[in-house]
């Protein structure tokens, strides 16, 4: 019982108390609990990752990391609290935060703080490596994916197109930046529509009949995994085949096929990274970490986790290996060193989560390739294609 | 015997000044958790106004701060300081006399439903009124400028939130004690007495609704220069449901259960969340962290719906008259001051409360 209370009061205690600085702090917050939870394999792959390092290597260059893994709950005050343990309390040297929100808030104080920041978000709002060159995001941005969605629809000959999105700020600010850019036109596709949904629908049965009436040959949609459950669910209904349908890399999830079973068959999705599973090095270190721990999740998100763990720990050894070997005692000029590392990402082999990627651009890999449902699982189609 | 207030006075407001330089003594951290505190705690002073005192129950919180934070928003990008802050409160002022004009025809629940529509329009009109709110995208804020000098830290934004929420405070309790302040207590207990009393009913609930609207106003413009961004989804129901627990945890028609209340709907995810970790079980208790929120404001429905503030006072009692049976001699000026619910409170109590509803 005295040592409950104890812990109880250690507890407290550190509320009022930073901790001691130890090896290498990396701060990660996701959304464990809350609406987007579904892909918080992201969270857990890059956290998951430092714990293999520690377990195998050590950690990096012979230096624990401590690895916090925290909820942001998809809530922009408890992010920004969060950031705000991370950089003061945790003196972490690199933040891996959640939400395209939290990252357009805090992108001009992370540059005040001087703290390299990893987003999930694939927004190009917050990629700017001149204006805010602390932030980085991990994959080509939603423009991109859109327009790699729908080249692969114009190569296989399609000439229509509709474009649904919700009604947030994911799914429409994409959606106007590639149709301001005039791109479709270019490519030679006819924009019949742009159909705008609530974020939280259950039933869009309206709106798919609409769809079918303007009879397009490819429909594009920039949503998450439940909002794609209700559009291919609600296809069926009309008598619209799964085959029309592109979505973005959130819609890549397993949960698709399994709920849908043969409605999801012929769905397309923009793929970044390996899936769960793949025959890939990277995938090995996942199974010599899941013998010894217990995975939370096994999905390509998670894939994508591992994936940011491993450049963000490669950033971390070039700048201990340029300081003599040992982390720099100034959390400053550690935090400068690790997102001038970051910078100097090139080439880096990620174990095969995506080919060897370079981070100069702030946003490694601008490849993408085509996954498709066949038989209740993704299989790739053709080889990877660069957005730009 | 007048000493003895100007003494109490000069004590609040020299612990108020401490309160604001302590801020500053913080870390970014702590100087983050004090203002969110102070903030949730001016919201949630508005809303007991309203119900807590003047009996008109709201879900159109989370909108009005909304309509405040937008207005310091913009007015601030434009160079305004201190008009920013005012301004915001004038706008929540005029949404909450709009939002409250049909209480003067409804009551009780059919009310409540009625701030919770006003709640879904405001947020669509966050949505679609983009030259004001920037739509999704959201509004970025800049930096507040007061008098002239920028203020760039958490410790100075938890300091003006810190001293705003003192104002608030002594301005509410003040009103209280006016003859507005005592018509909202009437009108909260029974309506049909307050105009049989010569209350002007529907004047007196237009005052509680601009008063408490200017108020959240205030709290959304300190809101937004912290946050630098204001989205459409930062103001939905559940920030509005929040407010709503704030009061009934702190305890409805008590101004410092808006602090207790603020207190506890802010720190306890993080204390959940502090604990989880030196258990090693975080994991575990984040999915445990709503479900316990959800329960404690239950156990409170059931079993001390006068809230922490109640619970507080009881203990105070308890520890004083376990002092007086130690030393009775010495200990009745405690246990005589431990009186617990004064006729303010009396009347605060939600289950003493005439409820009635449907249209009038």
């Given at each position: 019982m005295k040592r409950h209370i104890g812990r109880v009061l250690l507890a407290v205690a550190l509320l009022a108390a930073a901790p001691a600085l130890a090896d290498v702090n990396v701060c990660i917050w996701g959304?464990?609990?809350?609406?987007?939870?579904?892909?918080?394999g992201m969270s857990y792959g890059t956290h998951d990752y430092f714990q293999y390092l520690n377990q195998t290597k050590g950690g990096i260059a012979g230096q624990k990391v401590n690895a916090l893994l925290l909820d942001g709950r998809y809530k922009l005050d408890e992010e920004l609290k969060i950031y705000r343990r991370c950089v003061d309390q945790e003196n972490a040297v690199v933040i891996n935060g959640w939400s395209t929100g939290s990252a357009k808030a805090l992108r001009e104080q992370v540059q005040q703080d001087a703290v390299p920041f990893v987003s999930e978000t694939f927004s190009s709002e917050v990629l700017d490596p001149v204006k805010y060159p602390f932030v980085f995001i991990a994959g080509a941005t939603y423009e991109q994916q859109m327009l790699i969605g729908l080249r692969a629809a114009k190569a296989a000959g399609a000439k229509k197109v509709i474009l649904m999105h919700g009604d947030n700020e994911y799914g429409r600010a994409p959606v106007t930046v590639v149709r301001k850019s005039g791109e479709i036109e270019k490519m030679g596709l006819q924009l019949l529509d742009t159909i705008e949904f609530r974020y939280d629908a259950q039933d869009l049965t309206a709106q798919l009949a609409r769809v079918k009436a303007a009879n397009p040959d490819i429909v594009y949609i920039q949503s998450s995994t439940p909002q794609t459950l209700v559009i291919l669910r609600d296809a069926a209904k009309v008598g619209l085949s799964p085959k029309l349908f592109i979505g973005n890399m959130y819609n890549i999830s397993p949960t698709i096929p399994e709920q849908l079973g043969p409605a999801a068959e012929g769905f397309r999705a923009i793929q970044i990274y390996a899936n769960y599973g793949d025959p890939i090095p990277a995938m090995k270190e996942i199974e010599a970490f899941k013998a010894k721990n217990t995975l939370a999740k096994q999905d390509l998100y998670y894939m994508k986790g591992w994936f940011k763990g491993k450049v963000i720990a490669a950033a971390i050894e070039s700048a201990i290996k340029k300081n003599g070997g040992k982390a720099p005692a100034d959390i400053k000029a550690f935090r400068k060193s690790v997102r001038d590392e970051l910078e100097n990402v090139k080439g880096l082999d990620v174990g095969g989560i995506t080919p060897p990627v370079t981070f100069a651009n702030h946003q490694g890999p601008t490849q993408a390739r085509m996954s498709e449902v066949k038989g209740g699982k993704y299989v790739a189609l053709g080889d990877w294609v660069n957005a730009q | 015997m007048p000493a003895r207030p100007a003494r109490s006075r000069a004590l609040v407001l020299a612990a108020v000044v401490v309160a604001v330089a302590a801020c500053f003594a913080l870390n970014r951290f702590g100087a983050y958790l004090v203002h969110s505190v102070a903030i949730a705690a001016i919201g949630a002073l508005a809303l007991n106004l309203l119900t807590g005192f003047c009996g008109q129950i709201s879900f159109a919180q989370g909108a009005l701060v909304g309509i405040g934070a937008y207005t310091a928003g913009n007015l601030g990008n434009a160079g305004w300081g201190l008009g920013a802050i005012l301004a915001a409160g004038l706008a929540g002022a005029v949404a909450s006399l709009v939002i409250g004009l049909p209480a003067l025809r409804l009551r009780g629940l059919y009310y409540a439903i009625a701030t919770l529509a006003a709640q879904f329009v405001i947020e669509y009109l966050f949505k679609i009124a983009e030259p004001i709110t920037k739509g999704f995208s959201g509004l970025i804020v800049k930096p507040l400028v007061l008098f002239g000098r920028t203020l760039a830290s958490d410790q100075a934004y938890a300091a003006l939130a810190v001293g705003v929420l003192a104002l608030t405070w002594a301005a509410l309790a003040r009103l209280m004690r006016t003859n507005v302040g005592r018509a909202f207590l009437v009108v909260r207990e029974n309506e049909l007495v307050a105009k049989g009393m010569g209350i002007d009913v529907a004047r007196t609930k237009m005052w509680a609704f601009v008063v408490s609207g200017f108020v959240t106003g205030v709290s959304g413009a300190l809101l937004v220069f912290t946050h630098r961004l204001a989205t459409p989804e930062a103001f939905e129901l559940p920030l509005s449901i929040d407010q709503v627990a704030m009061i009934i945890v702190g305890g409805q028609g008590i101004w410092s259960g808006s602090l207790l209340g603020a207190a506890f709907v802010v720190l306890l995810p993080e204390a959940i969340q502090r604990v989880g970790e030196a258990f090693d079980i975080a994991k575990l208790l984040f999915a445990m962290r709503e479900m316990a929120f959800g329960l404690l404001i239950i156990l409170f429905l059931m079993f001390e719906p006068r809230g922490l503030s109640a619970l507080l006072r009881r203990l105070a009692r308890w520890v004083a008259g376990a002092v007086s049976r130690k030393a009775p001699a010495t200990a009745s000026p405690a246990a005589a001051s431990a009186e617990p619910l004064g006729p303010r409170a009396t009347l605060a109590a939600p289950n003493t409360r005439t409820q009635s509803g449907g249209s009038t």
């Amino acid at each position: 019982m005295k040592r409950h209370i104890g812990r109880v009061l250690l507890a407290v205690a550190l509320l009022a108390a930073a901790p001691a600085l130890a090896d290498v702090n990396v701060c990660i917050w996701g959304t464990i609990t809350g609406p987007d939870a579904l892909v918080n394999g992201m969270s857990y792959g890059t956290h998951d990752y430092f714990q293999y390092l520690n377990q195998t290597k050590g950690g990096i260059a012979g230096q624990k990391v401590n690895a916090l893994l925290l909820d942001g709950r998809y809530k922009l005050d408890e992010e920004l609290k969060i950031y705000r343990r991370c950089v003061d309390q945790e003196n972490a040297v690199v933040i891996n935060g959640w939400s395209t929100g939290s990252a357009k808030a805090l992108r001009e104080q992370v540059q005040q703080d001087a703290v390299p920041f990893v987003s999930e978000t694939f927004s190009s709002e917050v990629l700017d490596p001149v204006k805010y060159p602390f932030v980085f995001i991990a994959g080509a941005t939603y423009e991109q994916q859109m327009l790699i969605g729908l080249r692969a629809a114009k190569a296989a000959g399609a000439k229509k197109v509709i474009l649904m999105h919700g009604d947030n700020e994911y799914g429409r600010a994409p959606v106007t930046v590639v149709r301001k850019s005039g791109e479709i036109e270019k490519m030679g596709l006819q924009l019949l529509d742009t159909i705008e949904f609530r974020y939280d629908a259950q039933d869009l049965t309206a709106q798919l009949a609409r769809v079918k009436a303007a009879n397009p040959d490819i429909v594009y949609i920039q949503s998450s995994t439940p909002q794609t459950l209700v559009i291919l669910r609600d296809a069926a209904k009309v008598g619209l085949s799964p085959k029309l349908f592109i979505g973005n890399m959130y819609n890549i999830s397993p949960t698709i096929p399994e709920q849908l079973g043969p409605a999801a068959e012929g769905f397309r999705a923009i793929q970044i990274y390996a899936n769960y599973g793949d025959p890939i090095p990277a995938m090995k270190e996942i199974e010599a970490f899941k013998a010894k721990n217990t995975l939370a999740k096994q999905d390509l998100y998670y894939m994508k986790g591992w994936f940011k763990g491993k450049v963000i720990a490669a950033a971390i050894e070039s700048a201990i290996k340029k300081n003599g070997g040992k982390a720099p005692a100034d959390i400053k000029a550690f935090r400068k060193s690790v997102r001038d590392e970051l910078e100097n990402v090139k080439g880096l082999d990620v174990g095969g989560i995506t080919p060897p990627v370079t981070f100069a651009n702030h946003q490694g890999p601008t490849q993408a390739r085509m996954s498709e449902v066949k038989g209740g699982k993704y299989v790739a189609l053709g080889d990877w294609v660069n957005a730009q | 015997m007048p000493a003895r207030p100007a003494r109490s006075r000069a004590l609040v407001l020299a612990a108020v000044v401490v309160a604001v330089a302590a801020c500053f003594a913080l870390n970014r951290f702590g100087a983050y958790l004090v203002h969110s505190v102070a903030i949730a705690a001016i919201g949630a002073l508005a809303l007991n106004l309203l119900t807590g005192f003047c009996g008109q129950i709201s879900f159109a919180q989370g909108a009005l701060v909304g309509i405040g934070a937008y207005t310091a928003g913009n007015l601030g990008n434009a160079g305004w300081g201190l008009g920013a802050i005012l301004a915001a409160g004038l706008a929540g002022a005029v949404a909450s006399l709009v939002i409250g004009l049909p209480a003067l025809r409804l009551r009780g629940l059919y009310y409540a439903i009625a701030t919770l529509a006003a709640q879904f329009v405001i947020e669509y009109l966050f949505k679609i009124a983009e030259p004001i709110t920037k739509g999704f995208s959201g509004l970025i804020v800049k930096p507040l400028v007061l008098f002239g000098r920028t203020l760039a830290s958490d410790q100075a934004y938890a300091a003006l939130a810190v001293g705003v929420l003192a104002l608030t405070w002594a301005a509410l309790a003040r009103l209280m004690r006016t003859n507005v302040g005592r018509a909202f207590l009437v009108v909260r207990e029974n309506e049909l007495v307050a105009k049989g009393m010569g209350i002007d009913v529907a004047r007196t609930k237009m005052w509680a609704f601009v008063v408490s609207g200017f108020v959240t106003g205030v709290s959304g413009a300190l809101l937004v220069f912290t946050h630098r961004l204001a989205t459409p989804e930062a103001f939905e129901l559940p920030l509005s449901i929040d407010q709503v627990a704030m009061i009934i945890v702190g305890g409805q028609g008590i101004w410092s259960g808006s602090l207790l209340g603020a207190a506890f709907v802010v720190l306890l995810p993080e204390a959940i969340q502090r604990v989880g970790e030196a258990f090693d079980i975080a994991k575990l208790l984040f999915a445990m962290r709503e479900m316990a929120f959800g329960l404690l404001i239950i156990l409170f429905l059931m079993f001390e719906p006068r809230g922490l503030s109640a619970l507080l006072r009881r203990l105070a009692r308890w520890v004083a008259g376990a002092v007086s049976r130690k030393a009775p001699a010495t200990a009745s000026p405690a246990a005589a001051s431990a009186e617990p619910l004064g006729p303010r409170a009396t009347l605060a109590a939600p289950n003493t409360r005439t409820q009635s509803g449907g249209s009038t």
